[in-house]
């Protein structure tokens, strides 16, 4: 469930970057952006390399531009996926578990919440959108959105309490098309939960965060997700 897409156009990691800053949230350094008297939040999980993405900063502050308090906590303590030297792939996804991601994440929710947020959205990429799948069969939160995730499956999919969006890119080998489709057929299935599912075309997993800076392409198509991801958490968030 994990491989060779994980790991292209992995980002030049830059742990100044941002309009935000980093602090302790729930006992992790985490990047937050936006005004704190915001009473509406949204948590960002990155996928296997971290936190110090800067096109994964750079959307925190678009979130936080449109009204959110903006969490990007570091759930790898550092030791985010480094392809050259670092330890293989596999080996890191051992060390650096979904499980304990969801439930490093209960106490950043609850740091939150003691900040007085009052609805709390939680978006996903690659390895993160399996931490959130899981917080949104909790009611941990009031909206997820899940962008190429990995690891998710369709009975992750049918325990999804909360609005639900899934951005899914066209040429993905770890959550095909065809298993994007078994998740929208999973969430029409369920009565009370809204939800919302659109396939990128020419676009690859990890498009809406990897995506070069300098690709006119590339940075359309990854700002359309930020845009749904926006949108959806404009309608549910509040």
Same mark, same amino acid.
């Given at each position: 469930m994990s491989g060779p897409q994980c790991c292209a156009n992995p980002p030049t990691l830059n742990p100044n970057g941002g309009a935000g800053h980093v602090e302790k949230l729930g006992g992790l350094n985490a990047y937050v952006t936006g005004s704190p008297d915001s009473k509406l939040a949204v948590l960002l999980i990155s996928d296997i390399h971290g936190y110090e993405a800067p096109n994964l900063r750079k959307l925190a502050d678009k979130v936080a531009a449109a009204g959110f308090y903006v969490g990007v906590p570091d759930f790898f303590h550092g030791d985010p996926y480094v392809a050259d030297g670092g330890k293989p792939l596999q080996e890191w996804i051992k060390d650096h578990g979904v499980d304990k991601g969801f439930e490093e994440a209960k106490p950043v929710i609850q740091a939150l919440k003691s900040k007085g947020i009052t609805s709390i959205g939680a978006a996903g990429f690659c390895w993160g959108a399996k931490v959130v799948v899981q917080l949104a069969k909790r009611?941990? &939160?009031? /909206? /997820? %959105?899940?962008?190429?995730?990995?690891? %998710?499956?369709? +009975? +992750? &999919?049918?325990?999804?309490? %909360?609005?639900?969006?899934?951005?899914? /890119?066209? &040429? +993905?080998?770890?959550?095909?098309?065809?298993? %994007?489709?078994e998740f929208e057929e999973a969430l029409n299935a369920k009565s009370g939960v809204d939800s919302f599912v659109k396939i990128f075309p020419k676009v690859a997993h990890g498009w809406t965060v990897r995506y070069n800076v300098e690709d006119e392409t590339a940075v359309k198509a990854a700002e359309e997700a930020h845009q749904n991801l926006l949108e959806w958490f404009a309608k549910y968030v509040k």
């Open positions: 009611e941990f &939160i009031q /909206a /997820a %959105v899940l962008l190429h995730p990995s690891f %998710v499956t369709v +009975d +992750d &999919i049918k325990g999804v309490e %909360v609005p639900l969006s899934i951005l899914g /890119a066209e &040429i +993905d080998r770890l959550s095909p098309p065809v298993l %994007v489709k």
